[in-house]
């Protein structure tokens, strides 16, 4: 059973930055790939940010050149650092480990339990 633990999350004014961290256990973290996703008050889960096993990686359409994902297997941690945040970045993010390298969802993939990001106006 992999636990994943994020953190980082807080307050920040509009035009700020964040950088969340999630720590995953386990001894095989760098044959996964891995993603951040957050999900709004009344909105569907989203993906922020992916990155393979290979260190491929992708962006949802609203935070590309605003957000960069990044691993350091020797740490076991997956970060997301956020610039030029925006009130619309407000929600709860969450950390993934998918079951392969490649970014292939799976009802086993498992889940961190959220850190809240709020960004004021």
């Known amino acids: 059973q992999v636990q994943l633990v994020e953190s980082g999350g807080g307050l920040v004014q509009a035009g700020g930055s964040l950088r969340l961290s999630c720590a995953a256990s386990g001894s095989l973290f760098r044959m996964y790939a891995m993603g951040w996703f957050r999900q709004a008050p009344g909105k569907q889960r989203e993906m922020v940010a992916t990155i393979t096993s290979g260190e491929r990686t992708n962006y949802g359409a609203s935070v590309k050149g605003r957000f960069t994902i990044s691993r350091d297997n020797n740490k076991n941690t997956v970060d997301l650092q956020m610039n030029s945040l925006q009130p619309d970045d407000t929600a709860v993010y969450y950390c993934?480990?998918?079951?392969?390298?490649?970014?292939?969802?799976?009802?086993?993939?498992?889940w961190g339990q959220g850190t809240q990001v709020t960004v004021s106006a």
């Open positions: 993934k480990q998918y079951r392969g390298g490649y970014v292939v969802p799976s009802d086993s993939d498992y």
